[in-house]
């Protein structure tokens, strides 16, 4: 098999004077293909509607109109899929991608990241074409197991195969360098959603029987995988002992930086890493809140300024918050220290939440965009900023698996924050409260959930040395024999 | 708060032969990302006209 033995880990041992900046664009390679999940609600309403339309005489006036009118002025027949259903496909794929995340992310460290990032394309590409075969088929159960757990496993190798690389090329700027691959998880949903709603529109032209969805799948797996394949190609390691040119570790590393590397095994078992996962399941769950109800809460708090076409721009505002957030909030990272930054994270954000409420009270549409905008940049700052506070933690050797670990918290987050804030939503109109300040409950809960975020960051100490490894010191860090005896290339 | 902070010396980078790898890699993800985002902020301008 001399065509994988090119996936193998020593294949991708960079030569020297190998421009580490060739890292990030293979990284975004990937996050920007995975980043199309965010994606999926495009295809939530002509999912619905499948049945319907293969029903229509070739003679009906309606199958005239464009894709996304059909979709509009059809009703959907009773053998079709609910929203509900449909929804369900893309929550079954966030749990999956922490799932795999979890379980391959010690696979993923020992194999190294080309072969990790073979096997995401190899998945998610597959995903889209079985879902694809369930949406012509109609099979439900297909394209859960399709494109929820196949291409959810390709999410989870996907999201966490460059991160560690990164982290390794880039351990002067960790913060910016993981903030720069995971900002394109962000960003994949800008580029898929235009794509699709593109390519579905484009294949309901060339067949009107059809709305286009099985072909757009067929699309976009085959699209994904060419350009997956780009980072699979391109992406290198550092060869051991490597280090930027001219730099050298600071010789007082602070408090919370570890020197010596702590396996997964043993990160599982230290406060600091369930610390760190409440803290990214309580900022992944306020900032779903927002995500979930930014379209119809702005045109309820707003009624009169916010029409649905407008609840469009908002949400797409929104997502440019996302990702600039993921890029930013990890790069200042470098400079003030993770923990300072999930403390603002934790103190900006509860009053940011109290203050949307008021911003309805006193009929403020830019302190409501403003306050919504920068939840949006924490949500992704949390994040980019995470795998760069495990390295801080637990040093560099297994941060992938760690990482990986650790996005457990974001497939329950991910499931159990929308079914929380809906429930609040129900409870709150059941009692009689106006669509105007349904939401008010649910802000205040969340800036109470921060709080609970804040104590845990405070609480995090440095690792104690009893979990590090017993020759595991961390590259490039003081006493590390790479430090002293370092080859720059 | 910076008593985590990893502020690090300015990295000189070397030389390197692949620098024009570097124009044909990041265009590859920029251009799609800038297209995206183009798309997103004129949907969003919506808001503000």
């Known amino acids: ?489 | 708060m910076a008593d985590d902070a990893r502020i690090q010396r300015p990295v000189n980078e070397p030389a390197s032969s692949g620098t024009w790898k570097l124009w044909i890699a990041w265009p590859f993800v920029l251009i799609p990302l800038l297209l995206g985002f183009s798309q997103t902020v004129i949907k969003a301008a919506a808001m503000f006209r």
């Open chain 1, 1 to 489: 098999m001399a065509l994988l033995s090119f996936l193998d880990r020593d294949r991708t041992i960079a030569k020297p004077g190998f421009n580490r900046w060739l890292v990030p664009p293979a990284a975004l390679a990937i996050h920007l293909s995975i980043g199309q999940a965010y994606a999926f609600s495009v295809f939530n309403k002509p999912l619905t509607k499948l049945v319907a339309v293969s029903q229509l005489a070739p003679s009906d006036t309606l199958l005239a109109l464009s894709q996304s009118k059909l979709v509009g002025a059809v009703a959907a027949a009773p053998s079709d899929w609910s929203l509900k259903a449909v929804g369900w496909t893309f929550s079954i794929a966030i749990v999956f991608l922490g799932l795999s995340a979890a379980l391959f992310g010690a696979w993923l460290d020992r194999v190294g990241p080309r072969k990790a990032m073979f096997a995401s394309a190899l998945c998610f590409s597959c995903g889209f074409i079985l879902g694809a075969i369930g949406i012509h088929t109609h099979q439900y159960w297909l394209l859960l197991g399709g494109y929820g757990v196949l291409g959810g496993i390709g999410l989870g190798l996907g999201y966490i195969s460059p991160v560690s690389t990164l982290i390794k090329w880039f351990p002067d700027r960790p913060g910016m360098a993981t903030g720069l691959a995971i900002m394109g998880f962000g960003g994949g949903a800008m580029i898929a959603a235009p794509l699709s709603v593109k390519l579905m529109e484009m294949f309901h032209a060339a067949n009107h029987l059809s709305l286009g969805v099985t072909e757009t799948f067929v699309a976009l797996g085959a699209l994904y995988f060419i350009y997956m394949m780009f980072g699979v190609f391109t992406i290198r390691v550092p060869a051991p002992g490597w280090a930027p040119a001219g730099w050298v570790p600071s010789a007082h590393p602070h408090k919370l930086v570890t020197s010596r590397n702590v396996s997964v095994e043993n990160a599982w078992k230290t406060p600091q890493f369930w610390l760190l996962w409440v803290m990214l399941t309580v900022n992944v769950t306020a900032g779903i809140a927002v995500i979930e109800s930014a379209s119809p809460m702005s045109q309820d708090m707003f009624p009169t300024r916010i029409t649905a076409i407008i609840a469009g721009g908002f949400v797409g505002l929104l997502s440019i918050a996302n990702m600039a957030g993921r890029f930013l909030w990890s790069t200042f990272s470098d400079y003030i220290g993770r923990k300072a930054t999930y403390l603002v994270f934790f103190t900006l954000g509860p009053v940011l939440y109290v203050l949307i409420p008021a911003s309805q009270r006193l009929q403020s549409l830019p302190l409501f965009v403003l306050c919504c905008f920068i939840i949006l940049s924490m949500y992704g700052g949390g994040f980019a900023t995470i795998p760069a506070y495990l390295r801080d933690l637990f040093g560099t050797k297994q941060v992938g698996a760690i990482h990986g670990r650790i996005l457990t918290a974001w497939s329950v987050a991910g499931v159990l924050g929308p079914f929380f804030i809906n429930y609040i939503a129900s409870y709150q109109i059941k009692h009689g409260v106006d669509n105007a300040h349904k939401y008010n409950l649910t802000m205040y809960l969340m800036a109470a959930l921060l709080l609970v975020g804040l104590i845990c960051d405070l609480m995090v100490r440095q690792v104690a040395e009893k979990y590090a490894d017993p020759d595991g010191a961390v590259e490039g860090m003081p006493g590390s024999v790479s430090s002293t005896e370092r080859s720059h290339g």
